[in-house]
Structures are given as C-alpha cells and as structure tokens.
C-alpha cells in the first residue's frame, strides 16, 4: 500500500517539495510513495482534505504553520519550542505537529558562518521566523527580529537598516520576492549591505532573488533556501516513517 504525503498552503504552486520527493523517490528505487500539493484557501478545510486525500503525513507552509496548531492532538518537543509546525504525521491517536525547519536551517547555515556572524536581523515574524530565531539560538548568533509593523520585541524596517552595520547575518524569513511576484525586495536599502554581510534568503522559487542579486552586487555573500528546503523534506520524511 503507497504511502501518501503532501503539501498544504496557500499558494503552493510555487514549491518544488513534490518535485524534490518524486525525484528523490525515483532515483532510490522507492515505487510505493507520493507526494501531492494541496492548495487550502482556509486551513479550516484541513479535515475535508486530508479526508478526500488519505494523507499519512504532510507538509505546512504560509500561511497556515502557526494557524494549524489548534488543529493538531499533539506536538513534539521541536514544534513546541518554535511555536509553528511545518510537518505533521496523521497517526490512528490523531495529528501530530513537528518542525523541521529550526534543525534544517541550523544545518544549512553553520557552513556558510564566518566569525563575524554574530548578531542577525531576522526580516519577518511568521511561522519561518520563529524557526530562524531558535535555530540562531542554539548557534550562538543573537538577534532581532524586523516587521512591517513593529511591536514589542521588533523594530520597523527604517531602524533595521540603521542596525545594518552591527548585523552582518541578515535572514529573509517572509515570501516578498518569491514567485510570482519576483521583482519585490524586503530590504529597502541595498546600498548599507557590505562585503562583510550574509544575505540568506529562504525564498528559493526564483533564485537569485531581487533581495540576492542586490546584496550581491554590493559584494555581500548570498545563499537561498534550496538547501534548506531539501534538509528539511529529508527530516520530515524520516518523521512520518518513524511513527
């Protein structure tokens, strides 16, 4: 009997989670595997889904990693720590959330770190973000955290560019220039990024990003989250097999 996987959100067109997975499945010689994108204009609708398409585990992306929780019977450890789920395994006890974005981004980033990645500006507060902060916790990296409408804990994106120097890290944790709309930017002034910065995007649809080619062009080292991505597939697969 195939195991069956997918991928709920709105949109997900965009992704390239069931093109990775078929490919993956396909080149390992695994013939009893699928993997669906399942667009939910409500994450409400999630019990109708999973009912029509027989899920035995799936993928969460925007804008619904923190709106599922209420949804879910249960959480690990991970996902409870982040506060957003990005996979969850349908068990016969019920839904079980996990988050395998915090483990993937730590694993993908520490590569590219130099010593003066010290301190991050993390653009966004969504269920992404949440996982970059804690995955800059565990690596020692302090942060802070930009929104379009800054509150408690986060500062607007005027103070963020003056904040440019002292944080060389700089994480694209919101979906401004992903596909389709790829000639937006959420950085407004290209010009205080440095050859001393990292850029990292986690947009990898298109690649390079607006926000890339213009850290780039002022020397700054770039990385999108294909990587990522594929880390974070592998992790949640190991999570639906292990249960």
């Known amino acids: 009997m195939a195991h069956r996987f997918g991928l709920i959100g709105r949109p997900v067109g965009h992704s390239f989670s069931q093109r990775y997975f078929e490919m993956k499945w396909r080149d390992t010689g695994v013939a009893d595997r699928r993997y669906s994108l399942c ?5 409400d609708l999630l019990p109708q889904l999973l009912e029509r398409e027989q899920l035995d585990g799936f993928n969460v992306t925007a804008p619904y990693k923190t709106a599922i929780l209420p949804l879910l019977d249960r959480l690990t ?3 409870r720590e ?3 789920v990005n996979c969850v395994a349908v068990t016969p006890t019920g839904l ?3 988050n395998t974005d915090c483990q993937a981004f730590a694993d993908t980033l520490k590569p590219l770190l130099k010593p003066w990645h ?3 500006l993390v653009l966004g507060t969504g269920g992404a973000s949440r996982a970059v902060a804690v995955a800059l916790r565990r690596l020692g990296i302090s942060h802070t955290k930009v929104s379009r409408t800054p509150s408690d804990g986060t500062v607007g994106y005027p103070e963020a560019v003056g904040l440019a120097s002292s944080n060389l890290l700089i994480i694209n944790a919101t979906p401004v220039g992903m596909a389709p709309r790829t000639d937006a930017s959420p950085w407004p002034v290209p010009e205080a990024l440095t050859p001393r910065h ?8 298109p690649s390079p990003t ?3 080619r213009q850290a780039a062009q002022r020397g700054a080292a770039t990385a999108d989250g294909l990587a990522m991505l594929h880390r974070q597939a592998d992790l949640s697969e190991d999570f639906w097999l292990s249960l």
């Open 118 to 120: 010290t301190s991050a």
């Open 82 to 84: 982040v506060g957003a």
């Open 77 to 79: 450890d991970e996902a």
């Open 198 to 205: 990292l850029v990292c995007d986690l947009i990898y649809n």
């Open 210 to 212: 607006l926000l890339m």
């Open 96 to 98: 079980m959330g996990h």
């Open 39 to 43: 667009e939910l204009s409500a994450i």
